[in-house]
C-alpha cells in the first residue's frame, strides 16, 4: 500500500534539511515555527497547514509547491497539464474494498518501478 502522504512529506522534509545542512533547531528558527512541531512534522505525527509548508519552503530555499505536492495540497504538473497521484485516487474510492485499493495500488506499483 502507498505509504502516507504526511510521512512522506516529513522524511522529504528532513531530506530537503540535511541537503542544506540544516539542524532541525536552525530550519525552526528560519521558518518561525517551534523546533518541537517541526520535529512531529518530519517524524509524520503531524500534518501542517499550508503556511507552515511555506514558512518550510523558505527556510529551505525551495520552492512552496514542491511541498503543497508532497502534503497532497496540489496535483504534480508535467508541461502544465496535472498528474493525478493515483494511489490517492484509489484510496481516496469508496466503492473499493481495502483489499481491492491493495491490489490496484501493487499493480500500479509494478508498471511504474524502475
Same mark, same amino acid.
Given at each position: 500500500?502507498?505509504?502516507n502522504p504526511?510521512?512522506d512529506l516529513?522524511g522529504?522534509?528532513?531530506?530537503?534539511?540535511?541537503?542544506a545542512?540544516?539542524? @532541525? #533547531?536552525?530550519? %525552526?528558527e528560519?521558518s518561525?515555527?517551534?523546533n518541537?512541531? !517541526?520535529s512531529?512534522?518530519?517524524? +509524520?505525527?503531524k500534518?501542517?497547514?499550508a503556511e507552515?509548508?511555506?514558512?518550510?519552503?523558505?527556510g @529551505? #530555499?525551495?520552492s %512552496?509547491?514542491?511541498l503543497?505536492?508532497?502534503a497532497?495540497i !496540489?496535483?504534480?504538473t508535467?508541461? +502544465?497539464e496535472?498528474v493525478p497521484?493515483?494511489?490517492?485516487v484509489?484510496?481516496?474510492d469508496?466503492? @473499493?474494498?481495502?483489499?481491492?485499493?491493495k491490489v490496484?495500488?501493487?499493480l500500479?506499483?509494478?508498471?511504474?518501478e524502475?
Amino acid at each position: 500500500m502507498s505509504p502516507n502522504p504526511v510521512t512522506d512529506l516529513g522524511g522529504y522534509l528532513k531530506e530537503q534539511r540535511e541537503q542544506a545542512e540544516l539542524s @532541525l #533547531r536552525q530550519l %525552526a528558527e528560519r521558518s518561525g515555527i517551534s523546533n518541537p512541531y !517541526l520535529s512531529q512534522i518530519e517524524r +509524520g505525527l503531524k500534518k501542517p497547514s499550508a503556511e507552515i509548508l511555506q514558512a518550510l519552503a523558505k527556510g @529551505l #530555499r525551495i520552492s %512552496a509547491e514542491q511541498l503543497y505536492v508532497r502534503a497532497g495540497i !496540489l496535483d504534480a504538473t508535467v508541461d +502544465g497539464e496535472i498528474v493525478p497521484d493515483t494511489r490517492r485516487v484509489i484510496n481516496a474510492d469508496p466503492l @473499493l474494498t481495502a483489499k481491492q485499493r491493495k491490489v490496484l495500488i501493487d499493480l500500479y506499483d509494478s508498471y511504474i518501478e524502475d
